[in-house]
């Protein structure tokens, strides 16, 4: 089945720790995307990338960073600078930039 | 940048309902989706559009260009259409979507 998966589901972080939220996808996409939806707001976009070993900055790229090595993947990861880390993180892709994304199920990180 | 306005916030109906979610946007745009988002977070996309109007099943979803608006309708609701509907819009500047911040619908049998 061709997908886009996220893991972990749920995860816990001390805070002054970095941790690292993965993104897999099999439907050979070039553009993947991260957003970051909190309580009563819109999703927001925090990077994305349309090519491998190519990405930019999002409306809120602050206390993050990512990488794309290979064109399945996706990890970001939520750095100490982050100042308020405690949301839901989504995951997309789509075949370019024009075109319909496909959502991941989400990683839910609490930072204690 | 991109304002993406939704209403209604919340909106509870009765089964078999017709139903209405607005979107309207303040600059001209190349796209528009409609996503669905259950309880468990996961996001489904239910349309893409750039004019007219698409159909699926009892979905139907409209854009006016002109006015900068878009509805998204619900033919015979059901409680398993309960969800967050998302509209989000492309183009206008931004780099990626600009997204609303959802519509809340409850549908009760």
């Known amino acids: 089945d061709g997908g886009i998966t996220q893991s972990p589901k749920y995860l816990f972080r001390k805070e002054g720790q970095n941790v690292t939220l993965s993104c897999e996808q099999n439907?050979?996409?070039?553009?993947m995307y991260w957003y970051r939806q909190d309580p009563g707001q819109g999703l927001r976009l925090i990077y994305y990338?349309?090519?491998?070993?190519?990405?930019q900055k999002g409306d809120i790229a602050e206390g993050y960073s990512v990488s794309r090595e290979k064109k399945e993947s996706f990890p970001l990861t939520v750095t100490s600078a982050q100042k308020n880390p405690t949301a839901f993180y989504l995951c997309?892709?789509?075949?370019?930039?024009?075109?319909?994304?496909?959502f991941g199920p989400g990683t839910r990180l609490t930072v204690l | 940048k991109n304002e993406v306005e939704q209403s209604p916030q919340n909106l509870t109906a009765q089964e078999g309902e017709f139903i209405t979610i607005n979107c309207s946007y303040s600059?001209?745009?190349?796209?528009l989706h409609w996503l669905q988002q259950h309880p468990g977070g996961g996001i489904v996309s239910l349309f893409m559009?750039?004019?007219g109007k698409k159909k699926h099943g009892r979905l139907i979803a409209t854009i006016n260009i002109q006015e900068k608006h878009s509805s998204l309708h619900i033919t015979a609701s059901h409680p398993r259409d309960s969800a967050v509907y998302i509209c989000?819009?492309?183009?206008?500047?931004?780099?990626?979507?600009?997204f609303g911040k959802g519509t809340h619908l409850i549908i009760q049998p």
């Open positions: 997309a892709s789509s075949k370019g930039r024009q075109d319909t994304q496909y």
């Open positions: 989000a819009v492309a183009g206008g500047g931004a780099d990626g979507l600009t």
């Open positions: 559009l750039s004019s």
């Open positions: 990338s349309q090519i491998v070993n190519d990405f």
């Open positions: 600059v001209g745009i190349s796209a």
């Open positions: 439907l050979n996409h070039d553009a």
